[in-house]
């Protein structure tokens, strides 16, 4: 299969980052690369190019770092509090993924981040508070309170005289079959 070389002017998952020059396969680039704006020919004048794509690369990496450190800082501070349907003994109905916490933020705080940032080693099956791990960028780390709270209250036990008077009004509760 032909191979040719191109310098890509975007992100591509799989394939590279912006600036990057790689060899794919020559329908691939001819047909999907070329034409969405994706990946330019490596040209004698297109490598003259490309040391203005690795500047505007480190620029808008360092831009995101700052930003995602600023966004870590403050997401720190945060508590985060998701509702979740429980049954009568308080039990939850399902887990708490990453991808309702991300909903959260976005609701709560008004925090768009991508649901692959927050990382759970398995899902929340259980009421509580949990401490949840963001990688925000490769450099940037930071932790997220998550407080699990079931959206119907948990009812009160009745009082233990009541429930005796019941069962002795009430001596036989068979059912009783179809023959």
Excluded: W
Aim: charged share 30%; net charge positive; hydrophobic share 35%.
């Amino acid at each position: 299969m032909a191979k040719t070389e191109v310098i890509l002017t975007h992100n591509i998952v799989g394939l590279g980052a912006e600036s990057d020059q790689v060899k794919v396969a020559a329908g691939y680039a001819r047909n999907y690369l070329f034409p969405q704006g994706l990946a330019i020919p490596l040209t004698g004048a297109n490598k003259r190019r490309l040391e203005v794509l690795k500047q505007r690369r480190a620029e808008r990496e360092a831009h995101e770092l700052n930003t995602m450190t600023e966004l870590g800082k403050s997401i720190s501070k945060l508590l985060c509090v998701v509702t979740v349907k429980t049954g009568e003994d308080g039990k939850m109905f399902g887990t708490v993924t990453s991808g309702m916490i991300a909903d959260q933020l976005k609701t709560q705080f008004d925090i768009a981040l991508d649901k692959r940032k927050i990382h759970l080693d398995q899902p929340i099956r259980a009421l509580g508070e949990y401490e949840v791990e963001l990688r925000l960028h490769s450099d940037v780390t930071s932790s997220l309170k998550v407080r699990v709270e079931s959206s119907t209250p948990l009812p009160e036990a009745p009082p233990a005289p009541a429930a005796e008077a019941k069962k002795e009004e009430h001596p036989r509760t068979e059912k009783r079959g179809r023959r």
